[in-house]
């Protein structure tokens, strides 16, 4: 047969629509017609294009033409189309809060507030006891302050915003003092040097990289200096002959000149970890205590709610920044209020907290726990003897910028396979519905349970299950 020959056999569009629409796929489902042209007209004249390309007969013969295997083209392409991008996933990497896979699950309370806010009219600006308008604000403020002992508190859309309005509103145009071993960058290449220079602040770097004293500060002060600023590294320590100044030291000097504390926690941790088995990370109510004017974190970190940047602290402070033009374009949504009320009011009982907010609850199980979800995952997918998993202890990340050397013990299953390579067994699990992500380490896939429930365990099981009979055909 001839290219032309090849031409004449392919299905006109309107043969091709009525053969998709007799179709299993299309017959149970409700699809625009539009949808269906588009489609058919993109794969006939895909195969067009392959038959004009073809450089000899083998190449031909190669090329189907046949409408049932079009038909199955087009509903590909639907399916893609129909498909949404923003997806769930299962999180088998053991890294709790992970940035890439939306950092911290929302408890229960939190998505129930969640869907009420947004499937019904509600009070976010409208004061129920006088029918007069009111703030957003006001349905967080009030339980921040119980929750932490701060005079008043704010919340913007991320601890980014909240540091960036923080220095605009208290130090635009004049200095604040950082230490240098401070001047971090996080990721998305977030550098506080930049945000500062985009606030109007000018930033005076002291001390050294490992080590800096209270009177690196002191010399520091001029006429100019506003604020005294301390940064939380992140995802990485400086280890060895270091030396810091902690807020309490820095509160008395700023005392003594006037000046500002802010102290950017990052994480937000509310509950203090090390009585958990966890290294100590900086609470909340501790900076407080200490002295900080302005403390700001994240609201979906340590803390396990929605996005948000939380500003607590000194009351004339606070509500400077609240009425500053930026504010407004950094205010909360309906949604994260919701969810971030809902989340806040968990920690009313922090024993409770730990077990119901979903992040507390990974960074705390029992090793034992994750140990019994593993063997029965690994017999599971070991089960139809296309795969070998097995039981292999590890650690566990936090993630997200959060206590970054830890290590938390945790248990995992490792997977092999004679019939495919590691790198498309991985490929093959994080396209699979929903798509599994894990770690390849060592010519193995490695599948973490401390960030995966029995629910997803049964899922990931299920996808070997489907591998297994997709490699016995």
Same mark, same amino acid.
């Given at each position: 047969m001839?290219?032309?020959d090849?031409?004449?056999?392919?299905?006109?569009?309107n043969?091709?629509?009525?053969?998709?629409?007799?179709? /299993?796929l299309?017959g149970?489902?409700?699809? %625009?017609?539009?949808?269906?042209?588009?489609?058919?007209?993109?794969?006939?004249? #895909?195969i067009?294009?392959?038959?004009?390309?073809?450089?000899?007969?083998?190449?031909?013969?190669?090329?189907?033409?046949?409408?049932?295997?079009?038909?199955?083209?087009?509903?590909?392409v639907v399916?893609?189309?129909?498909?949404?991008?923003?997806?769930?996933?299962i999180?088998a990497t053991?890294?709790v809060?992970?940035?890439?896979?939306?950092r911290?699950?929302?408890s229960?309370?939190?998505l129930?507030?969640?869907?009420?806010a947004?499937?019904h009219?509600?009070?976010?600006?409208?004061?129920?006891?006088?029918?007069?308008? #009111?703030?957003?604000?006001?349905?967080?403020?009030?339980?921040?302050c119980?929750l932490?002992?701060?005079?008043?508190?704010l919340v913007?859309?991320?601890?980014?915003?909240?540091?960036?309005?923080?220095l605009?509103t208290?130090?635009?145009?004049?200095?604040?003092?950082?230490?240098?071993?401070?001047?971090?960058?996080?990721?998305?290449?977030? /550098?506080?040097?930049?945000v500062?220079a985009?606030?109007?602040?000018?930033?005076?770097?002291?001390?050294?990289?490992?080590?800096?004293?209270?009177?690196?500060?002191?010399?520091?002060i001029?006429?100019?200096?506003?604020m005294?600023?301390?940064?939380? %590294?992140s995802?990485y320590?400086?280890?060895?002959?270091?030396?810091?100044?902690?807020?309490?030291?820095l509160? #008395?000097?700023?005392?003594?000149?006037?000046?500002?504390?802010?102290?950017?926690?990052?994480?937000?941790?509310?509950?203090?970890?090390?009585?958990?088995?966890?290294?100590?990370e900086?609470t909340?109510r501790r900076?407080?205590e200490?002295?900080?004017d302005?403390?700001?974190f994240?609201?979906?970190?340590?803390?396990?709610? %929605?996005q948000? #940047?939380?500003?607590?602290?000194?009351?004339?402070?606070?509500?400077?920044?609240?009425?500053?033009?930026?504010?407004?374009?950094?205010?909360?949504d309906?949604?994260?209020v919701?969810?971030?009320?809902?989340?806040?009011?968990?920690?009313?009982d922090?024993s409770?907290?730990?077990?119901?907010?979903?992040t507390?609850?990974?960074?705390?199980?029992d090793p034992e726990?994750?140990?019994k979800?593993a063997?029965?995952?690994?017999?599971?997918?070991?089960?139809?003897?296309?795969f070998?998993?097995?039981?292999?202890?590890?650690?566990?990340r936090?993630?997200?910028?959060?206590l970054?050397?830890?290590d938390?013990?945790?248990?995992?299953v490792?997977?092999?396979?004679?019939s495919?390579?590691?790198?498309?067994?991985?490929?093959?699990l994080?396209?699979a519905? %929903?798509?599994?992500i894990?770690r390849?380490r060592?010519d193995?896939?490695?599948?973490?349970?401390r960030?995966?429930?029995?629910?997803?365990?049964?899922l990931?099981?299920?996808?070997?299950?489907?591998?297994?009979?997709?490699?016995?055909?």
């Amino acid at each position: 047969m001839e290219k032309k020959d090849y031409l004449r056999s392919l299905s006109s569009v309107n043969d091709l629509i009525q053969a998709v629409y007799r179709s /299993r796929l299309m017959g149970s489902k409700a699809i %625009p017609r539009e949808l269906v042209t588009e489609a058919s007209r993109t794969v006939l004249d #895909g195969i067009r294009e392959a038959i004009l390309a073809a450089r000899d007969e083998m190449a031909l013969e190669e090329i189907s033409t046949d409408t049932e295997e079009l038909v199955s083209l087009v509903e590909k392409v639907v399916e893609e189309k129909l498909q949404m991008s923003f997806r769930r996933v299962i999180n088998a990497t053991g890294i709790v809060i992970h940035t890439n896979l939306g950092r911290s699950l929302l408890s229960r309370p939190a998505l129930e507030a969640l869907a009420t806010a947004g499937a019904h009219y509600n009070n976010l600006e409208f004061r129920l006891e006088d029918g007069a308008r #009111g703030s957003r604000q006001e349905h967080l403020r009030g339980l921040l302050c119980d929750l932490t002992g701060a005079e008043s508190a704010l919340v913007v859309n991320n601890n980014a915003a909240a540091v960036l309005l923080a220095l605009t509103t208290h130090a635009k145009g004049r200095e604040v003092i950082v230490s240098r071993g401070q001047l971090i960058e996080i990721g998305g290449s977030f /550098r506080l040097p930049e945000v500062m220079a985009q606030s109007g602040a000018r930033l005076v770097e002291v001390g050294t990289t490992n080590k800096t004293y209270l009177e690196d500060y002191r010399r520091a002060i001029t006429s100019e200096t506003a604020m005294l600023m301390r940064a939380h %590294p992140s995802n990485y320590r400086i280890t060895g002959f270091t030396a810091e100044v902690g807020i309490k030291e820095l509160a #008395g000097l700023a005392g003594e000149y006037g000046l500002v504390v802010l102290d950017d926690l990052g994480s937000g941790v509310y509950v203090d970890l090390s009585e958990h088995g966890m290294q100590y990370e900086p609470t909340i109510r501790r900076s407080l205590e200490d002295g900080a004017d302005l403390v700001c974190f994240s609201g979906d970190k340590l803390l396990g709610g %929605p996005q948000a #940047g939380i500003v607590l602290g000194r009351s004339d402070l606070v509500e400077a920044m609240a009425r500053h033009p930026l504010a407004r374009a950094l205010r909360v949504d309906k949604l994260t209020v919701a969810a971030l009320e809902a989340t806040l009011r968990q920690y009313l009982d922090p024993s409770r907290a730990l077990k119901e907010i979903p992040t507390l609850a990974m960074l705390t199980t029992d090793p034992e726990t994750l140990r019994k979800r593993a063997r029965l995952l690994a017999k599971k997918i070991s089960s139809g003897g296309a795969f070998e998993a097995e039981v292999v202890e590890d650690v566990s990340r936090a993630g997200g910028g959060a206590l970054p050397m830890e290590d938390l013990p945790t248990w995992t299953v490792t997977v092999t396979s004679t019939s495919m390579k590691t790198s498309a067994l991985e490929e093959a699990l994080r396209k699979a519905d %929903p798509p599994v992500i894990c770690r390849v380490r060592e010519d193995r896939v490695i599948m973490d349970m401390r960030t995966v429930s029995d629910e997803e365990a049964e899922l990931i099981a299920s996808a070997f299950n489907e591998l297994a009979g997709m490699a016995s055909t």
